[in-house]
């Protein structure tokens, strides 16, 4: 059974950096493109950034470029989402996923971790 677990979530204030996590079980990552996707209160879940873990390569959603980075460590089975720059507009709940592109693939998701950007 696919666990997914994101981590690292808080309250920062704009300009702030955060380091979020997504462990993995039940799934080797490393043999799927994975993805960070956030959800705004009111709004549709959106795809953040994608990396595809068996050779680094990353793609990013246009409103995170520059400010995000998503990167993996195949012998923690983990996907990270180093945010900097943090802005209001990223409030939302932060989700991982195994992405077909930036559709995601399982169709449950984990508890998703909260990240609060504000002064």
């Known amino acids: 059974q696919v666990q997914l677990v994101e981590s690292g979530g808080g309250l920062v204030q704009p300009g702030g950096s955060l380091r979020l996590s997504c462990a993995a079980s039940?799934?080797?990552?490393?043999?799927?493109?994975m993805g960070w996707f956030r959800q705004a209160p009111g709004k549709e879940r959106e795809f953040v950034a994608g990396?595809?873990?068996?050779?680094?390569?990353?793609y990013y959603a246009d409103s995170v470029k520059g400010r995000f980075t998503i990167s993996n460590d195949n012998a923690k089975n983990t996907v990270y989402l180093q945010m900097n720059s943090l802005k209001p507009e990223d409030t939302g709940v932060y989700y991982c996923?195994?992405?077909?592109?930036?559709?995601?693939?399982?169709?449950?998701w984990g508890q998703g971790t909260q990240v609060t950007v504000s002064s």
């Open positions: 990396i595809r873990s068996s050779v680094g390569s990353t």
């Open positions: 996923n195994a992405v077909s592109g930036t559709i995601p693939i399982f169709r449950s």
């Open positions: 039940g799934i080797i990552l490393s043999g799927y493109r």
